[in-house]
């Protein structure tokens, strides 16, 4: 299946967002330390990165407390999954599961849908037009 958007260039513009508007809006009012951890996951398992745990807590922008908290949920929820590194079996690497990139992609393609039907572009880039003259935006 070929999606619409490009969803992975979705989620960085979204964590750019995300994080623009922390100049102006404190974290603790904004903050949603699951969803950005799941937005940095996809990231940086669609670049080939690997995510140590501490790496994923910073990226949440939540105390460590916190964000260990929301992993474990994520965790829970089978989401998020916990490995041991390979090299270093002291660290801990953390994976979407499937079943997290499949539940991050659809609901970063619903926010553009809703986005695009609602006459907004948030997270989207310049629509094309189509043969029919209506125009489809390219994340």
Request: glycine residues 6%.
């Amino acid at each position: 299946m070929t999606e619409r958007f490009d969803v992975v260039q979705a989620a960085k513009r979204m964590l750019r967002a995300r994080r623009r508007r922390e100049r102006f809006i404190p974290l603790e009012v904004l903050g949603e330390p699951g969803w950005d951890i799941l937005l940095y996951l996809l990231v940086s398992q669609a670049e080939g990165r690997e995510v140590p745990l501490k790496s994923a807590c910073h990226a949440s922008g939540a105390p460590t407390s916190t964000a260990m908290r929301c992993l474990q949920r994520l965790r829970g929820h089978q989401l998020v999954a916990f490995d041991a590194d390979p090299v270093d079996r002291r660290r801990t690497l953390l994976t979407l599961t499937e079943f997290g990139q499949a539940s991050v992609r659809a609901a970063l393609l619903s926010t553009c849908e809703a986005s695009l039907e609602e006459g907004l572009a948030i997270g989207c880039e310049d629509p094309v037009m189509t043969d029919q003259g209506s125009a489809k935006y390219v994340v």
